[in-house]
């Protein structure tokens, strides 16, 4: 089964905007650092950026002026940026669409991986069937079900523990031309070695070892954060790779249910640490990136405001609300028994 990292288009375009976000690459490509830096401190208020300021702030995490130049470019071609120019000098901040798919993907972030409601036992499958000669259709509606938080069980069959809800619903319509069925039930326990646990569509161990990484990787630097010891760039990049890091795990771990997962499971501890290098710079990371903007202009910068992870649970929405896309990630309905024609009992939870 390939790793989930492998799936890199955090907010992919559904074919129904212009607006294309940036894919996230192995690395840190110069238009992801952009959006990062962005959405992380101007979201709120959409807050216009000089194009100067902005080249230097990619600067501090090693972009290079040309690539920072042509990031920007491209950010506005796809309708990520918006732009103006006042004499020679041109600023730049998040476009409406942008800003809203941004906030619904920073709130699905941490909803995502907060505690999850007991699980009523149920899963719901996604059959399909699509011809060799629609390769990329067949790419696209994988994509579309990994990021749902799917996982492919059986080639052509994929699974995943939560309701569809309606906007998945349509989507899956959109993507996949008729060629799908989706059920939801039980699965029927059978007295064979041969038999193979839902579960094990997705690779527990090795979404474990990226917890354990993760937590490898951070764990040691809480003290120094506590203790104000990173300040200046050195805090925006930190906030900028712990986010580019942490992202990633709602695609690994959807919210599996702590009932079929192994004792011990490392979600909550991974976000807790998220939470104390994110939150914790959240301060001097603001402060730098408004010393850094201050340099190129001499208008304040109220619209420049690092949030935190309450914020993004809340929706760091601003200006945008009216914006705000179709949820992406899958979510968690109310307890329930399964009934005929896949709903539940009740209101079916979030939609």
Do not use: K
Request: hydrophobic share 40%; glycine share 10%; proline share 7%.
């Amino acid at each position: 089964m390939a790793s989930p990292f492998d799936i890199e288009e955090i907010y992919p375009d559904d074919g129904e905007h212009s607006l294309r976000m940036p894919r996230r690459q192995a690395g840190s490509s110069p238009q992801g650092v952009a959006v990062t830096l962005l959405a992380d401190y101007t979201l709120r208020a959409r807050a216009m950026l000089p194009s100067a300021a902005i080249v230097a702030l990619l600067a501090e995490s090693g972009v290079t002026t040309a690539g920072a130049r042509a990031a920007i470019s491209r950010l506005a071609r796809r309708g990520v940026l918006e732009g103006s120019r006042q004499g020679r000098r041109s600023s730049y901040r998040l476009s409406q669409a942008a800003a809203a798919h941004l906030s619904a993907g920073g709130n699905w972030i941490l909803a995502s991986t907060t505690a999850a409601e007991p699980w009523d036992g149920c899963w719901t499958t996604v059959a399909f069937s699509l011809p060799q000669d629609r390769g990329a259709q067949r790419r696209a509606l994988r994509g579309q079900l990994r990021w749902l938080g799917y996982a492919p069980l059986y080639d052509g069959l994929w699974i995943s523990p939560y309701e569809l809800t309606p906007p998945a619903r349509a989507q899956l319509a959109q993507l996949a031309g008729g060629a799908v069925t989706v059920f939801r039930g039980r699965q029927v326990a059978l007295d064979a070695d041969s038999q193979r646990a839902p579960i094990d569509a997705w690779d527990i161990d090795a979404i474990r070892g990226h917890y354990e990484a993760f937590l490898r990787r951070w764990a040691p630097l809480v003290p120094q954060v506590r203790s104000g010891q990173v300040d200046g760039a050195a805090a925006v990049r930190t906030r900028t790779e712990v986010m580019d890091t942490f992202r990633r795990f709602p695609i690994l771990d959807p919210q599996l249910p702590r009932e079929i997962l192994p004792a011990g499971w490392l979600r909550q501890p991974a976000r807790e640490l998220f939470a104390a290098v994110y939150d914790g710079l959240a301060e001097p990371a603001e402060r730098h990136v408004r010393a850094v903007v201050g340099q190129f202009t001499d208008s304040a910068q109220p619209g420049i405001q690092a949030h935190t992870t309450t914020d993004l649970l809340a929706g760091v929405r601003g200006d945008v609300g009216r914006a705000r896309p179709a949820q992406r990630g899958p979510a968690l309905a109310s307890t329930a028994d399964c009934v005929p024609g896949g709903e539940r009992r009740g209101d079916g939870g979030p939609g």
